[in-house]
C-alpha cells in the first residue's frame, strides 16, 4: 500500500492505518500519541486498556493486531481499531486535543437522535450534504427517488425471504438488465 495513503496527519503528526476488512483501522498508539502529547503513548495505552476493560469495553472483539510500518521501516503488530471504536477511545482520553472529537461526537450523536424523532430530518441532511459536494438539485432529487424505489424493492425481496448478498445482486442485475434503465450519466454509467 501506498505510504502516503497509509498516514493521516493531525496537528502536523502521522496515525498510521491500514485497510482491513473493509474500512480503515488506526493505530491506537499513534491516536493516543497526538492527543495526550505523551513521550510515553505505548505505557499509556497500557493503561488505557486496563481502564476501558473495567468499563466493559470488549477489548478482544474490538482492538486489532494489524502490521503497520514504523519509524524503522519495518512492519510490526500493532494495536488497531475501526473509526468507530478509534472514537470510543478518543473519549477515554482527558486532553484538550480530544475535546473537539467529543464535541462532534455529541452533536452528531443528538442530530441522530433527533432523525429518529423525525426522519425528514435525516433526508434532508443527506440533500444538504450532496449539495455541499457539487450535485444539482435535479440529481438530488433522482437520487432520493432512487433510493426510495431501491427500499421498496429490496423491502419486498426481503418478504419474499431474499436474504444473502448474492441473491441481491443477482436480482438487482436481472432487474437492470430487464429494462431499460439510464442512470448517472455525468459518470458515464448508462444501461439499455
Do not use: H
Not at 74 to 87: E, G, I, P, Q, W
Not at 96 to 119: C, D, H, S, T
Request: glycine fraction near 6%; aromatic fraction near 10%.
Amino acid at each position: 500500500m501506498d505510504t502516503e495513503k497509509a498516514l493521516v496527519v493531525f496537528q502536523g503528526k502521522s496515525i498510521r492505518r491500514t485497510w482491513f476488512n473493509d474500512e480503515w483501522w488506526f493505530s491506537v498508539v499513534d491516536i493516543i500519541s497526538v492527543l495526550t502529547e505523551s513521550g510515553r503513548a505505548r505505557k499509556y495505552w497500557s493503561d488505557l486498556k486496563k481502564r476501558l476493560t473495567e468499563e466493559g469495553f470488549e477489548l478482544s472483539a474490538k482492538i486489532g493486531q494489524l502490521k503497520l510500518v514504523s519509524s524503522d521501516s519495518k512492519s510490526y503488530l500493532t494495536d488497531c481499531v475501526n473509526t468507530k471504536n478509534a472514537f470510543r477511545v478518543i473519549q477515554s482520553i482527558p486532553s484538550k486535543k480530544a475535546e473537539p472529537f467529543k464535541q462532534w461526537l455529541a452533536e452528531v450523536g443528538y442530530q441522530r437522535v433527533q432523525e429518529i424523532e423525525n426522519p425528514e430530518l435525516a433526508q434532508k441532511r443527506m440533500k444538504e450534504l450532496y449539495k455541499a459536494k457539487g450535485y444539482s438539485e435535479d440529481w438530488i432529487e433522482k437520487r432520493v427517488r432512487g433510493i426510495a424505489v431501491r427500499d421498496e424493492l429490496t423491502g419486498e425481496w426481503d418478504k419474499r425471504g431474499i436474504k444473502t448478498k448474492k441473491e441481491y445482486a443477482i436480482l438487482t442485475a436481472e432487474t437492470l438488465k430487464n429494462q431499460k434503465i439510464f442512470c448517472a450519466p455525468e459518470i458515464g454509467l448508462q444501461i439499455s
